[in-house]
T-cell receptor, first 108, second 115 residues
Framework: QKEVEQDPGPLSVPEGAIVSLNCTYSNSAFQYFMWYRQYSRKGPELLMYTYSSGNKEDGRFTAQVDKSSKYISLFIRDSQPSDSATYLCAMRWNKLIFGAGTRLAVHP | GAVVSQHPSWVICKSGTSVKIECRSLDFQATTMFWYRQFPKQSLMLMATSNEGSKATYEQGVEKDKFLINHASLTLSTLTVTSAHPEDSSFYIC???????????FGQGTRLTVV
């Protein structure tokens, strides 16, 4: 079993839709949770960083962590074509481990 | 967010030669740096974790003698691919973090092609 599971998609949605991205994990040692966005041939860009169960909102993005279920989510409201990218969840204790990444396409 | 600079952004080298990739944190001190390898359309595979002043901790299956990591200062870590071969061709990305609890910021990545 992988430490972090993430559906690779691809996920295709119309502009303006609400996007839900999810990851599950198996290692309860993970303390900190991040979501990154990566465009092709670029380094990942940090979107959200959380360290406790609950919700964190930043603009159109909401990160949700449920440590009891070992489940994290990223919601994107009012999605735009510019949101089209690969979204990676990441989790950290001593190491920083990534999910497979979900490819998202937002079409006009 | 904090800025991490990785150099070079791309490099082509001959088989058997060594290549050094630099990762610098420009506006913060990075206690911890991570090195990743990414194949096309795949996720980031952690190669090693390096803490300033200590030896790097390598992931299972990563050859320590082939991928030399040095983290001699709080703003610079280097990855040297020794005796590179075509199968080492990949996208290498570094990440830097202020401490064990902080978020990690990424460099732009280095595309290595070994011919």
């Amino acid at each position: 079993q992988k430490e972090v599971e993430q559906d690779p998609g691809p996920l295709s949605v119309p502009e303006g839709a609400i996007v839900s991205l999810n990851c599950t994990y198996s290692n309860s040692a993970f303390q900190y949770f991040m979501w990154y966005r990566q465009y092709s041939r670029k380094g990942p860009e940090l979107l959200m960083y959380t360290y406790s169960s609950g919700n964190k909102e930043d603009g159109r993005f909401t990160a949700q962590v449920d440590k009891s279920s070992k489940y994290i989510s990223l919601f994107i409201r009012d999605s735009q074509p510019s949101d089209s990218a690969t979204y990676l969840c990441a989790m950290r204790w001593n190491k920083l481990i990534f999910g497979a990444g979900t490819r998202l396409a937002v079409h006009p | 967010g904090a800025v991490v600079s990785q150099h070079p952004s791309w490099v082509i080298c001959k088989s058997g030669t060594s290549v050094k990739i630099e990762c610098r944190s420009l506006d913060f001190q990075a206690t911890t740096m991570f090195w990743y390898r990414q194949f096309p359309k795949q996720s980031l595979m952690l190669m090693a974790t390096s803490n300033e002043g200590s030896k790097a901790t390598y992931e299972q299956g990563v050859e320590k003698d082939k991928f030399l990591i040095n983290h001699a200062s709080l703003t610079l870590s280097t990855l040297t691919v020794t005796s590179a071969h075509p199968e080492d061709s990949s996208f290498y990305i570094c990440s830097a973090s202020m401490d064990r609890e902080s978020e990690a910021f990424f460099g732009q990545g280095t595309r290595l092609t070994v011919v």
